[in-house]
């Protein structure tokens, strides 16, 4: 008889303190981004430099602006260099993504990215990001994720939620065969056990709070800077989303 293996956690941070913080409240591994209220950036050498001092797992998104996720050939051509970049400053793994004006996955560009994650390094775990809820037929995109060489995919099901996707992550489930599905996207730890019901091999959430005194409102920095506070990791919503896995 086999036993299914444990469901893992993945908590979404900005810093080296947020990774100290999933380490500590049981989390797997943490993806490792900058801008997460834009959608999430690539982070900086010296940020996964010292993230991966922390001592836990980290995978890297590589995204190289905000927006859809339709890229031009130079911005392919950047992100392939960032992907070696982040692996070769301690990334255990890297998330990637790219459409084709048509909704269907750009292929050549996700191979591109994989390649080169695996030029660095032949165990590097990689990714497809949320760029898979946009696709024109998630679940159809799901099923190509293994012949293109991922280990995972990040989705909500094409759902403003993963709770509210429930139904297609578990479509995509079947689909993906050996690409692990992890359900991301607004999700609480009281959201844990319906996420674990559709067979995902992973939870993905930020667990974030504003940072006290952090906000500037009324001295905005910039166009998307509307004077708000940033956000840290919050102990008390990874340590339940843990319990939550493990109950």
Do not use: N, W, Y
């Given at each position: 008889?086999?036993?299914?293996a444990?469901?893992?956690?993945?908590?979404?941070?900005?810093?080296p303190?947020?990774?100290?913080?999933?380490?500590?409240?049981?989390?797997d591994?943490?993806?490792?981004?900058?801008?997460l209220?834009?959608?999430?950036?690539?982070?900086?050498?010296?940020?996964?430099?010292?993230?991966?001092?922390?001592?836990?797992?980290?995978?890297?998104?590589?995204?190289?602006?905000?927006?859809?996720?339709?890229?031009?050939?130079?911005e392919?051509?950047?992100?392939?260099?960032e992907?070696?970049?982040?692996?070769?400053?301690?990334?255990?793994?890297?998330?990637?993504g790219?459409?084709?004006?048509?909704g269907t996955?750009?292929?050549?560009?996700l191979?591109?990215?994989?390649?080169?994650?695996?030029?660095?390094?032949?165990?590097?775990?990689v990714?497809?990001?949320r760029?898979?809820d946009?696709?024109?037929?998630?679940?159809?995109?799901?099923?190509?994720l293994?012949?293109?060489?991922?280990?995972?995919?990040?989705?909500?099901?094409?759902?403003?939620?993963?709770?509210?996707?429930?139904a297609?992550?578990?479509?995509?489930?079947d689909?993906?065969?050996p690409?692990?599905?992890?359900?991301?996207?607004?999700?609480?730890?009281?959201?844990?056990?319906?996420?674990?019901?559709?067979?995902?091999?992973?939870v993905?959430?930020?667990?974030?709070?504003?940072?006290?005194?952090s906000?500037?409102?009324?001295?905005?920095?910039?166009?998307?800077d509307?004077?708000?506070?940033?956000?840290?990791?919050?102990a008390?919503?990874?340590?339940?989303?843990?319990?939550?896995?493990?109950a």
């Amino acid at each position: 008889m086999t036993t299914a293996a444990p469901v893992a956690l993945e908590i979404a941070v900005t810093a080296p303190a947020g990774a100290i913080v999933a380490r500590d409240g049981g989390a797997d591994r943490v993806e490792l981004c900058v801008g997460l209220e834009l959608g999430g950036l690539t982070p900086s050498q010296a940020l996964v430099e010292t993230t991966h001092e922390t001592g836990i797992p980290a995978h890297a998104l590589v995204r190289c602006r905000p927006g859809g996720f339709v890229h031009t050939p130079d911005e392919v051509e950047l992100m392939v260099r960032e992907v070696r970049t982040v692996l070769r400053s301690g990334a255990a793994g890297v998330v990637v993504g790219a459409l084709r004006p048509d909704g269907t996955l750009d292929e050549d560009a996700l191979r591109r990215f994989v390649d080169a994650a695996r030029s660095v390094s032949a165990t590097a775990e990689v990714t497809l990001h949320r760029a898979i809820d946009h696709a024109a037929d998630p679940v159809a995109a799901a099923a190509t994720l293994a012949d293109l060489g991922f280990t995972r995919v990040l989705t909500s099901g094409a759902a403003p939620t993963a709770a509210a996707g429930a139904a297609t992550i578990a479509r995509m489930v079947d689909a993906a065969g050996p690409v692990q599905v992890m359900a991301g996207a607004g999700v609480t730890p009281a959201d844990v056990p319906a996420l674990v019901a559709t067979g995902a091999a992973a939870v993905h959430l930020s667990a974030k709070r504003p940072a006290a005194g952090s906000a500037h409102a009324g001295v905005p920095m910039g166009g998307a800077d509307d004077g708000s506070a940033h956000f840290v990791t919050d102990a008390e919503v990874v340590a339940a989303a843990r319990r939550a896995l493990d109950a």
